[in-house]
C-alpha cells in the first residue's frame, strides 16, 4: 500500500531543539509530514546527557528510528544538523533500513572537506557568544539575557565541540540523491557545497540570498525548493505513485 505522508526527518543546527523546524508543518504541502528530530539535551529531551561524538549520536538516533520507518523518507539538516543527518543515513542504512529518498543538506561544508579543528576545545561563553554574533542569528536582546544564555550556552559549547570531533569516513556513495543549499553570504564556499556531490548519486545546488540562517530569512523560498525537489523525486518513486499532486 502506498504511503499517506512522505516523512521529512529535520535535525537541527549547533544550539538549537526541534522548535526550529515547527513552522514547516503549516507551511509544506499536507502530503509532507514534517518530523522534526529532537537531540538529547534539548527540548523534550533536556534531561538527557549531551552529545558530543557525532558518529555515536547518529548511531543513538538511528536505533530509535529505524523501527518507525515503515515508508519511503527523505532526511533534512541544517549545518551541524546536515552532518547528522548524513552520518544518520549510513547509520540507518548499517540497521538495515532504506536510504533517504532524498537528502537535504543545508548550510555546510561538504563532510570530505571540512576543518573544524578549530572546535576540538571547549569554547568559553564570551567565545561563544560573539561566533553567535558573527553568524548574525541572534538578536543582541537574547544575548543579554543572562537566563537564556544559561540554558542556551551549554547545549551550543556541547555542539560546537562535536563538529570539531567529526572525522570523515569514506563509504560508498548513498543511494540516493543530494540537495544542497547555501547563502551567497555564508563562509562555505562553491567549491566546498560542490563537493557533497561525491556522497550520493547525484547532486543539485541552490543558492539563497543571506548568511548562514538563510533558512529562516528565506524561509518561504526555502521550502518551495524543498517542495519542488521531493516532487520532482517522487515521480520516480513507484511506491509513491500519487501521493503529490502533480
Do not use: N
Not at 502506498?2 to 509544506?28: E, F, K
Not at 548568511?211 to 518561504?220: M, S
Amino acid at each position: 500500500m502506498a504511503p499517506t505522508r512522505l516523512p521529512l526527518l529535520c535535525l537541527p543546527y549547533s544550539g538549537a531543539s526541534a522548535t526550529v523546524y515547527a513552522r514547516w508543518r503549516r507551511s509544506l504541502p499536507d502530503w509532507v509530514a514534517v518530523k522534526p528530530i529532537e537531540l538529547p539535551g534539548r527540548g523534550e529531551r533536556s534531561d538527557e546527557p549531551l552529545w558530543t561524538d557525532p558518529h555515536g549520536l547518529a548511531a543513538f538516533l538511528a536505533a530509535e528510528i529505524a523501527p518507525t520507518l515503515s515508508a519511503p523518507y527523505a532526511l533534512f539538516g541544517h549545518s551541524l544538523g546536515a552532518l547528522l543527518a548524513f552520518e544518520l543515513a549510513h547509520a540507518l542504512m548499517e540497521r538495515g533500513a532504506p536510504a533517504p529518498l532524498l537528502l537535504f543538506a543545508s548550510g555546510t561544508e561538504a563532510p570530505a572537506v571540512r576543518d573544524d579543528t578549530a572546535s576540538r576545545q571547549p569554547r568559553s561563553d564570551e567565545a561563544l557568544k560573539a561566533e553567535l554574533r558573527d553568524l548574525q542569528g541572534t538578536p543582541e536582546e537574547v544575548l543579554a539575557d543572562a537566563d537564556l544564555m544559561r540554558l542556551t550556552l551549554p547545549v551550543l559549547r556541547a555542539d560546537f565541540l562535536m563538529c570539531g570531533h567529526y572525522a570523515y569516513r569514506p563509504r560508498p556513495p548513498l543511494p540516493c540523491r543530494l540537495h544542497v543549499l547555501g547563502g551567497r553570504q555564508d563562509r562555505a564556499s562553491r567549491a566546498a557545497l560542490e563537493a557533497w556531490g561525491r556522497e550520493g548519486t547525484s547532486c543539485t545546488i541552490d543558492i539563497f540570498g543571506g548568511g548562514h540562517f538563510f533558512i529562516h530569512d528565506q524561509r518561504a523560498s526555502v521550502l518551495q525548493v524543498i517542495q519542488s525537489s521531493l516532487e520532482r523525486e517522487m515521480q520516480h518513486a513507484p511506491a509513491l505513485a500519487g501521493l503529490a499532486p502533480t
